[in-house]
């Protein structure tokens, strides 16, 4: 009997080894795994604004669930907000984060940070040096279009504790409003420069309804050491605290690299990231610091 001609070309591609529809590695060359190897230079320390990988290709990997789901889909990393008018409003669960930035809105650094944040679909509060706003309206506009909340952090970062009464309080005024300006919107929370605070200035901020906002998770990204440090150092507190409100700067290179990294485990532990948004309280309730502490 004789063969129809389709069927005997398909059992002759059977037989032979060229009828694979992918091509063969060549001998030697990288495999998917050892293509995304980082680069043996990674661990060195670098200075503050030292070019560094925005994105190391390692945890690209077209097999991580999480880098899909966070790019593409939505995530799970972003959490509840909260509409905060005292240090009352503000409670955390466990494993729920506050993310802040001091001292932008740098060019180059901030925009960067934004554009992370948005792929992991949260929202962090940028306590803005009014200097710097002032000097870059346009950034600063940008984070509150992106819908973050915004804070000040005096007008030109200086020690207020080191200051008299008068001089500190001009110090966070002239900031205030500066950052107010530069974006068109209210600003309702403040950080202490260095965290260098007193006991008469945060009553003071209080009682007009301002939120100071503390630390609980200390990044130490101003410390000149590599991505992964700054990374696995955030990390060590964050299991320790189990919640908090984390302190980054979004002008350093090696927070706009560190980022994702940080972002990618967190959500991989289950951890949430809670939006703030400012609500002016009629009656201030004396509170003296935003905190994450029941």
Known sequence: MQIKPLLAAALSCLMLAGCNTTKPEKEGGPSLKTAYAPAS???????????????PTAWMKPESPTRSRSIFSGGGLAGRTLSVGSISDIRLADKELILTFDDGP?????EQILDVL???YVKASFMMIGQMARSHPEIARDVVRRGHSIGSHTFSHRNLAALNFETAMAEIDKGEHAVSDAVDAPVGFFRFPYLADTRKIRSALANRGTVVMDVNIDSKDYFKSSPNAVLERTMAVIHHQRKGIILMHDIHARTVAMLPLLLSRLEDEGYSIVTLRYRRSRTPEGALVASAEP
């Not at 670098?46 to 925005?54: C, I, R, T």
Request: charged residues 40%; proline residues 9%; hydrophobic residues 25%.
């Open 106 to 110: 740098m060019p180059g650094k901030t």
């Open 41 to 55: 230079g990674e661990h060195r320390r670098l200075g503050a604004n030292e070019p560094v990988k925005m994105e």
């Open 118 to 120: 948005d792929r992991f």
